[in-house]
């Protein structure tokens, strides 16, 4: 793709860079890579946040609303998804919920122009399949426990006409055995989607700026810096909508697991 | 035809799945405006329901894009 020389590679940010080797186990190589570093500088990130606004005032400061707001957010949903049973997975979907939220922030940080390059976590379909595949399998180990056999139950919708349900049957466990990949994918492809579209405006900008051809710059490269401008405000929105609607998905099918229908 | 850039077309023609899917998007927030200036009072209960919606709308534009990039990378 970086064919000519000074073409911006939109791809090269999501290459994975190994920064220490680490140790070998049976012949794989264990490296510390940039991707490992940024999961701790957002688990870091997400400890200074809980830590700031654990003080339990009785009237809180800023910082302690900031995270009792984000509790409380998570809370309000899993009491409207999965209902009083919920409270024992607010764990679990709350640190879910910052995790991929911080990731995605940390990811947007502008830290381009001194140089660092922020990795985002969430743009590799590895690290979204391992979330996905622990709420996919949260919900069949509590499904299977709670319920048993009686948890197949889930695949035949009430009220369907006995002659239809050897047809929705498989219809319903193909769109069952689908969720994790739907959950990884939507997370991975919306974040990569979003980094591509900036790196190929700010692309636009650098070499409308250094162009031979004077009106380049205020014909292409300002109007693509305002575009830019726009699109990173959009990307905010987008990093809290996709970790938004990741929290509510799981909540959704832990919600089918608990109480079937 | 080269396979490069029939992949390049291919490429193209994915990519306006996720034109439809921003259809499909705006539709989704559209009607729910519409409905929550009907009844505002109702509105805030749905918004879970909101957000499904967007995200089944949203998956498969994705799901375009990706097959788009995919192509794209192979040409």
């Keep these: 793709m970086a064919g000519e020389t000074g073409k911006i590679d939109p791809m090269h940010q999501f290459e994975v860079q190994t920064i220490f ?8 190589q264990i490296a510390f890579t940039n991707s490992a570093l940024w999961m701790v500088l957002t ?20 910082w302690q609303l900031v995270v009792e707001g984000a509790t409380g957010f998570i809370d309000n949903l899993i009491d409207a998804n999965i209902g009083p049973e919920g409270k024992k997975y607010a764990p679990y ?13 940390l990811g947007m940080l502008p830290l381009g122009v001194v140089g660092v390059h922020p990795f985002t976590v969430t743009s590799h379909f590895t690290v979204t399949g391992v979330l996905a595949i622990l709420s996919f399998s949260i919900v069949l180990i509590v499904g299977f426990f ?12 009430h009220g369907a006409p006995w002659w239809m349900i050897p047809l929705l049957f498989p219809i319903e466990i193909v769109s069952f055995l689908v969720r994790p990949f739907s959950l990884a994918l939507r997370l991975f492809v919306a974040m990569t989607a979003g980094h591509v579209l900036m790196k190929v405006l700010s692309g636009f900008i650098i070499q409308g700026v250094n162009a031979d051809a004077l009106w380049v710059a205020p014909l292409v490269a300002i109007p693509s810096f305002l575009l830019m401008v726009g699109i990173s405000a959009l990307e905010l929105l987008v990093a809290g909508i996709q970790a938004y609607v990741f929290a509510l998905l ?12 | 035809m080269e396979p490069t850039s029939a992949a390049m077309i291919g490429a193209g023609l994915a990519a306006i799945g996720a ?7 705006g539709n989704v927030f559209g009607s729910f405006l519409e409905s929550a200036l009907r009844n505002p009072a109702a509105a805030d209960g749905q918004q879970g329901r909101l957000f499904i919606g967007f995200a089944a709308a949203e998956l498969l534009g994705l799901l375009s894009f990706l097959i788009a990039i995919l192509l794209y990378l192979k040409g």
């Design chain 1, 250 to 261: 799981t909540s959704l099918y832990i919600n089918d697991a608990e109480h079937l229908h």
């Design chain 2, 19 to 25: 034109g439809m899917a921003a259809l499909g998007v």
């Design chain 1, 43 to 62: 688990v870091g990130a997400i400890i200074l946040f809980m830590w700031g606004g654990m003080a339990r005032q009785i009237v809180p400061g800023r």
């Design chain 1, 146 to 157: 709670k319920h048993g056999f009686k948890f197949f139950g889930l695949f035949i919708p």
């Design chain 1, 93 to 105: 979907l709350f640190s879910l919920f910052m995790f991929i939220l911080m990731a995605n922030m």
């Design chain 1, 21 to 28: 080797d680490g140790f070998a186990i049976g012949g794989q």
